[in-house]
């Protein structure tokens, strides 16, 4: 009976082959205090860190997780709330009760061409679905726990504004999230 909540980036993503934000090697301990859901994405960007007031991963679940999405210019956005079971969990107000936090990356070049997102001027960038990887780790303590690949959506999305490398053009669709929830269902309990 847990929760897993996503937090979601721009609906298309640069390429780039880039992993998720990984940063140090060696996780820090994140100094500001955990005041809200978002706060947790310190965790993954802009270097790994982890929080010493989180509740531990251990025992029996459910074990909350939260995921977080790079945005298309290197950050973190909003919270997006997706139940695996519960409702009374789908919001949990305390956010150090969070144990598992899931970094989700850039897309990985080479999913599927989808077709063009065409935009003002009839500048035409090719649209791929996206490969991701994500890592789970423990919040209290940033011990990855484990990795897991999330595809793009199936489906053209242009959006109104997209960010995109003039160097290699190309848009890729946002992780499926029904996908993502169920890959991270096993670790919630």
């Known amino acids: 009976m847990a929760t897993v909540v996503a937090v979601s980036g721009c609906a298309l993503h640069p390429g780039g082959g880039t992993q998720p934000s990984a940063g140090p090697s060696t996780p820090t301990a994140v100094k500001k205090s955990?005041?809200?859901?978002?706060?947790?994405?310190?965790?993954?960007?802009?270097?790994?860190?982890?929080?010493?007031?989180?509740d531990a991963y251990t025992g029996a679940g459910p074990h909350p997780i939260i995921a977080f999405d790079e945005d298309s210019i290197g950050g973190m956005s909003s919270v997006l709330n997706s139940p695996v079971q519960s409702q009374e969990l789908f919001e949990i107000p305390?956010?150090?009760?969070?144990?598992?936090?899931?970094?989700?990356?850039?897309?990985?070049?080479?999913?599927?061409?989808?077709?063009?997102?065409?935009?003002?001027?009839?500048?035409?960038?090719?649209?791929?679905?996206?490969?991701?990887?994500?890592?789970?780790?423990?919040?209290?303590?940033?011990?990855?726990?484990?990795?897991?690949?999330?595809?793009?959506?199936?489906?053209?999305?242009?959006?109104?504004?997209?960010?995109?490398?003039?160097?290699?053009?190309?848009?890729?669709t946002s992780a499926d999230l029904d996908e993502l929830l169920v890959k991270l269902g096993p670790f919630v309990g």
Not at 38 to 49: H, I, K, S, V
Not at 136 to 149: F, I, L, N
Request: charged content about 25%; glycine content about 12%; proline content about 5%.
């Open 34 to 54: 955990l005041a809200k859901i978002d706060d947790l994405a310190d965790a993954c960007f802009p270097e790994r860190g982890f929080y010493p007031e989180a």
């Open 94 to 172: 305390e956010p150090r009760r969070y144990q598992l936090i899931t970094c989700l990356g850039k897309s990985l070049d080479g999913g599927e061409y989808l077709g063009d997102c065409t935009f003002n001027g009839g500048i035409a960038v090719p649209q791929f679905r996206g490969q991701y990887d994500a890592v789970v780790y423990e919040a209290k303590t940033g011990r990855e726990v484990a990795r897991v690949s999330v595809s793009g959506k199936h489906v053209v999305g242009c959006g109104l504004v997209e960010h995109v490398d003039r160097s290699n053009p190309k848009l890729y």
